[in-house]
């Protein structure tokens, strides 16, 4: 097996987005195998002496666990590639059920860090999130993109914050009620209360609006709280770049809240104003997530950010009063 740099490494993965680790693998000559795995995701082979490396992967675990996985065991490869004196003997890493960023071990920590570089190589981040703070339906794109959850893009993030234009982010783990581990780009905790902000960010929204914003996940027994910080606050988009977003070229899909807008402005007309706008949007919103049940399509862009800020602008546009026009 020939020696390959970190550097080399990432700019193959970044050459074959969204398939980096698979590509390596075939670069490298590793031969991958999927089994039933129990108490671990999966593991390494590689022999020193003869180059040979052979990878096991959970078959159990849901794909984007898979593709994680993978890239950490290449991860490990690449480490003993690169190590000043590299062992002669054959050399076995299993990796352990514990996930992606939550292994106590300080090396396993700084493997996930390449494992997630492989999979999201910073120059496709920088492509594919223009905006920041970026928001937690952006991430969310990002991670379907790259085969792989929305928390490996965040560990990202953070450690590229300053590439990619973030004065400052950080990672927080928190499992059974307590900061398991953390990381800040800065080197200084973004939030002083971890636990507190993660359980305020589950019930509101990210501040896609502001220079900072939480976005909390949560998982089993293991959560994650993101943090972006921002020079100045983004740039708010108008009403047409929300529509964009939202419907793209799909007119049937704006057709129905143009209709589902308008029956509900004419419903409440005698009552609405300017003033009770927010409450008028939260009925909306109830209503329509009932009425439109049955469509997840809808409800899938109902339940957005964007398509709040949306509802925002058109109904007070809707609900402002006409200007006085001068007859005379």
Known sequence: MRR???EEAFALAEQHFPAGPEALCETLGMSVRYAACVGTEGWCVHNCASGNTRITI???????????????????????????????????VPWPSAGPFVN???????????AADLLIPRGILRVRLPHLPATERE??????AAGISPWVVCQAMTAHASALGLSGAEVVFIRQDRVDFRRSSTGEPLVA????????????????????????????????????????????????????????????????????????????????????????????????????????????????????QWLLLVLRAKLSPPRATDKG
């Not at 106590?104 to 390449?114: F, K, P, Q, S, T």
């Not at 991430?139 to 379907?144: F, L």
């Not at 070229?249 to 927010?278: C, K, P, Y």
């Not at 939260?282 to 439109?292: C, P």
């Open 104 to 114: 106590d071990l300080a090396e396993e920590r700084v493997v996930d860090a390449i």
């Open 4 to 6: 390959v740099s970190l």
């Open 193 to 308: 209360d971890a636990k507190g902000e993660h359980q305020r960010a589950l019930v509101t929204s990210d501040a896609a609006l502001s220079n900072t914003a939480s976005i909390a996940y949560k998982h089993e027994t293991v959560s994650l709280l993101f943090v972006q910080r921002t020079v100045a606050p983004r740039s708010a988009p108008s009403a047409d770049d929300l529509r964009k977003q939202l419907f793209g070229e799909d007119r049937s899909l704006q057709g129905s809240f143009a209709g589902a807008i308008g029956a509900w402005t004419n419903r409440h007309r005698s009552s609405a104003s300017f003033a009770n706008v927010d409450a008028l949007i939260t009925g909306f919103i109830a209503h329509y997530t009932q009425h439109w049940s049955k469509k997840p399509h809808l409800l899938a862009v109902l339940r957005s950010d964007a398509c709040r």
């Open 58 to 92: 959970n078959s159990r675990s849901p794909r984007v666990r898979q593709r994680f996985t993978l890239a950490h065991e290449v991860a490990h490869v690449l480490r003993i590639l690169n190590a000043p004196n590299p062992a002669t003997s054959p050399t076995h």
């Open 139 to 144: 991430i969310a794109a990002v991670a379907k």
